[in-house]
């Protein structure tokens, strides 16, 4: 009879044949009942509904999040890709979310399927997918987007249904500045699959968004092929958020509508700025005051466990990775030295910033630069390799049981170009802290230390208005990740505007 850890190693082995395929998902058969069983029980297999599994990492917790929605679009890739091959679709509302590359995962997945009846799978978490025949509509020349098939952009805006505009204006208004050429959209309303109330829509949106000449173009060619069209606006937003842009990438169209949209609910929130003080000397002093309790609440809220007697220590440059072995093993005393070393760099921003110079300006030339502090001690101790410190990832980040997922690592360079940008434009100081520190963490340009970086970029942009270093507790981590979560998935950012506001008056 086999040992169990014999068992484990074979079922392991049979895991390892599998999970190249199809994403990691599993269907029962693909096992044995033995091997399944107990790939369930030692977590390398997470059941997602009935008959189907997920490759899954043993150290998750029970009820963690995490996996599933970072892994969401990658198993119904899988799933769908193992029951249909290439011949299904999904319909028009979760096709504009992959095309703008939205990071929210919708509560529930439309698919359209060339045959099979209609199902409606219930999935972790309250997702859900619903899948109906269809074979008329299935696109003949669908595209691929992650490994799901999808209709092209042009037939997605064609087949948008009126209220979609009004659910998703942010994705509707990015999906129409990504088509360059109306003639795209042209070539799908003048055929037999094309629609004169599409076409209508579509030249409303158009004008809306400062495209009046692509408007008139479509009206105009319409009624040459002797259709009565009639134009209308299905945006109920007042303004568009990007208006007329050369823009074509969805990540920073979306970064630069998110913060058109929320200005002026920080505004209405947030106290008026004071302005730069008059001593700086004196504010510089209160920011040094700050220091340790700033580096406990910080440091604690991402997890470490930190002491006062540690970060005193550290700050009197007590550690010495180099001759005291418990120091150079002690990843909370790493962390600590890093922090400091990271604060006294922000210390040379903040007194650039009270000198009148661009906050924004300064705070991209500077952010490397904590960053480097942040973790050189975990180079210094062999933790990291030196090349770590070089600047923004090179592969996927995840945060813990959000349903937002961060930028992949090909958009982080434009993004956070487009997000400096908007901060250096930005005349309101609450308006740069509120949401340079939400987007920041939106695009989480780093493996780690993303939640410190854009607290140090908050209290940077406060300070270029004057509010004093404002500290985040640990006592109020629940509240901060819920306003953050609220923000980055749920496209509100009144939560964490009054999260921040109430902590600002803590002295």
Request: proline letters at 6%; one cysteine or more.
């Amino acid at each position: 009879m086999a040992k169990p850890n014999e068992k484990l190693a074979d079922a392991l082995r049979a895991l390892k044949r599998l999970q190249g395929k199809y994403n990691g998902v599993i269907e029962s058969s693909d096992l044995t009942e033995t091997q399944r069983a107990i790939l369930v029980e030692e977590g390398f297999l997470r059941l997602v509904m009935k008959g189907w599994y997920v490759c899954a990492n043993p150290r998750d917790h029970e009820g963690d999040s995490t996996a599933w929605y970072a892994n969401f679009w990658s198993f119904l890739s899988g799933y769908l890709a193992k029951r249909f091959k290439k011949r299904y679709c999904l319909n028009a509302d979760a096709s504009l979310i992959l095309h703008t590359r939205s990071t929210r995962i919708p509560r529930q997945v439309t698919v359209i399927s060339r045959e099979s009846g209609t199902s409606l799978l219930d999935l972790p978490y309250g997702n859900s997918v619903l899948i109906y025949p269809d074979k008329k509509n299935v696109p003949h020349h669908q595209v691929e987007i992650n490994g799901l098939q999808v209709h092209s952009l042009p037939e997605t805006l064609c087949k948008l249904s009126p209220q979609s505009f009004i659910n998703n204006p942010r994705d509707a208004e990015i999906a129409i500045n990504m088509i360059g050429d109306p003639g795209e959209l042209l070539k799908i309303l003048l055929t037999k699959e094309g629609s004169v109330a599409a076409a209508g829509r579509l030249a409303g949106a158009l004008r809306f968004v400062g495209r009046g000449e692509d408007a008139e173009r479509i009206i105009h060619t319409m009624k040459l092929g002797k259709y009565d069209i009639r134009e209308i606006n299905p945006f109920l937003i007042p303004v568009p958020t990007l208006g007329n842009t050369r823009e074509r990438s969805p990540y920073t169209m979306r970064l630069q509508s998110l913060w058109s949209e929320w200005r002026e609910e920080v505004q209405a929130l947030f106290p008026p700025a004071p302005g730069l003080p008059q001593n700086a000397a004196a504010y510089m002093a209160n920011v040094d005051e700050r220091y340790l309790v700033d580096a406990y609440n910080s440091l604690s809220i991402e997890g470490y466990q930190v002491t006062d007697a540690l970060i005193d220590r550290v700050a009197r440059q007590g550690w010495n990775p180099d001759d005291d072995q418990q120091d150079k093993k002690d990843q909370d005393a790493l962390a600590a030295r890093g922090y400091y070393q990271a604060f006294q760099s922000v210390r040379t921003t903040l007194e650039a910033i009270l000198r009148g110079e661009n906050s924004g300006a300064v705070v991209r030339n500077a952010h490397h630069r904590w960053y480097a502090e942040l973790f050189s001690p975990s180079v210094t101790a062999g933790l990291l390799e030196p090349y770590q410190l070089a600047g923004y990832r090179n592969g996927p980040v995840f945060i813990r049981n959000s349903m937002h997922t961060p930028l992949p690592r090909e958009a982080l360079t434009d993004s956070m170009e487009t997000l400096f940008n908007l901060i250096e434009q930005e005349p309101e100081a609450a308006v740069r802290a509120v949401l340079g520190h939400q987007l920041f963490v939106f695009i989480h340009p780093y493996f780690d230390g993303n939640g410190r970086m854009g607290r140090f970029l908050m209290n940077a942009m406060l300070a270029s208005g004057g509010y004093p270093w404002t500290v985040i507790r640990v006592q109020r981590r629940s509240a901060y990740m819920a306003a953050l979560e609220n923000a980055g998935s749920d496209g509100d950012i009144k939560p964490l505007v009054s999260f921040m506001r109430s902590e600002r008056f803590l002295r």
